[in-house]
């Protein structure tokens, strides 16, 4: 195997890893989320709070120093956000059956 075969078979190893930590780290932000929601539940507040929201896009938008546009960024945390309050919606729903 020639030298460029390895490094790209070595980049795409950590590519996995990398993939793994973010799901790991996807799975722990829902976790939170959803402990947030039974909190919300119990005080009678709705799941989606637009300026919460807006806080958290504001947020990740100022940690981020990489080369990943704040743009995309905003996308990427917008669909984990919209995902997140699908699956509280749903555990909301099988709560009240």
């Known amino acids: 195997m020639d030298d460029l075969q390895v490094e790209l078979d070595d980049l795409r190893l950590k590519i996995d890893a990398a993939d793994r930590d973010i799901v790991t780290l996807l799975n722990n932000r829902v976790q939170f989320a959803l402990k947030i929601s039974e909190v ?3 005080l009678g507040l709705p799941i989606y709070d637009e300026l919460r929201e807006k ?36 555990m909301r729903d099988d709560s009240k059956k």
């Open 40 to 42: 919300k539940d119990k």
């Open 55 to 90: 806080k958290v896009l504001a947020l990740i938008e100022n940690a981020n120093s990489g080369i990943i546009p704040n743009e995309s960024i905003k996308r990427i945390f917008s669909l984990i956000i919209k995902e997140t309050r699908e699956l509280e919606e749903k």
